[in-house]
């Protein structure tokens, strides 16, 4: 079956550092792999999506990795803020018409 | 105005009654969907609409039923709750061009007691 796998613990870092979460998946060909952002006892918001012959997307402080052949993407946000403190989720998708399959998530802490 | 409204924001129901949850869009997309979400379990799509005509089941859709009863609007509901339906509940939206972006709702808490 299907599997995504994110970092289930908490992961800390230093206000300035670089963040990296880390998403791999098994038994899936997605032709999209998205990320998106949730805050306690609110809905996701989409953050960025990347396509399956792309290697690298960036948005502002954001940047997502994508290695098909290592079936893992990574997100990085760079110059950490507490605001970033959130959990973050990666969504993969073949791109046919049956929506979206999502990992657990990763809860990210900013430390000041 | 929120894109994606879900109304209410919280109940607490007692088992065995029917309880329903409203989900309405301004987005104008077709696709809508719902989910649950549990803690450590994450999201799971309960049921999935392509147009008022298509409705689909998802991977958890026992003991819930769905209505479209416009292209804003997409309803779920607990015939009989129980319990182990104590969770956070989404709508979403998607963009029907290729990516399926999702747009949410910003959830429901139903407690059952």
């Known amino acids: 079956s299907q599997k995504i796998e994110q970092n289930s613990e908490a992961l800390n870092i230093q206000e300035g550092k670089t963040a990296t979460l880390t998403c791999n998946y098994t038994n899936y060909s997605p032709a999209y792999l998205q990320w998106y952002r949730q805050d306690p006892g609110r809905g996701p918001v989409f953050l960025l999506l990347?396509?399956?012959?792309?290697k690298e997307k960036r948005k502002e402080r954001l940047k997502v990795t994508f290695d098909t052949t290592l079936k893992q993407s990574l997100f990085h946000i760079t110059a950490s803020q507490p605001a970033d403190s959130a959990t973050y989720l990666c969504?993969?998708?073949?791109?046919?018409?049956?929506?979206?399959?999502f990992g657990k998530g990763t809860h990210l802490i900013i430390q000041p | 105005d929120a894109d994606v409204t879900q109304t209410p924001r919280n109940r607490i129901t007692k088992t065995g009654k029917r309880i329903m949850l409203e989900c309405s869009q301004t987005?104008?997309?077709?696709?809508m969907y719902w989910y649950r979400q549990d803690p450590g379990l994450g999201l799971q799509l309960i049921y999935y609409?392509?147009?008022?005509?298509?409705?689909n089941k998802g991977e958890i859709s026992d003991g819930y039923s769905v209505s479209r009863q416009a292209q804003a609007k997409f309803s779920l509901s607990l015939e009989s709750a129980i319990p182990n339906q104590t969770a956070l509940y989404f709508c979403a939206t998607s963009d029907p061009q290729g990516a399926d972006t999702q747009y949410f709702g910003p959830g429901t808490r139903l407690t059952v007691l």
């Open positions: 969504a993969l998708s073949g791109g046919g018409a049956d929506g979206l399959t």
């Open positions: 990347i396509r399956e012959n792309e």
């Open positions: 609409s392509f147009d008022v005509k298509d409705i």
């Open positions: 987005k104008g997309h077709d696709r």
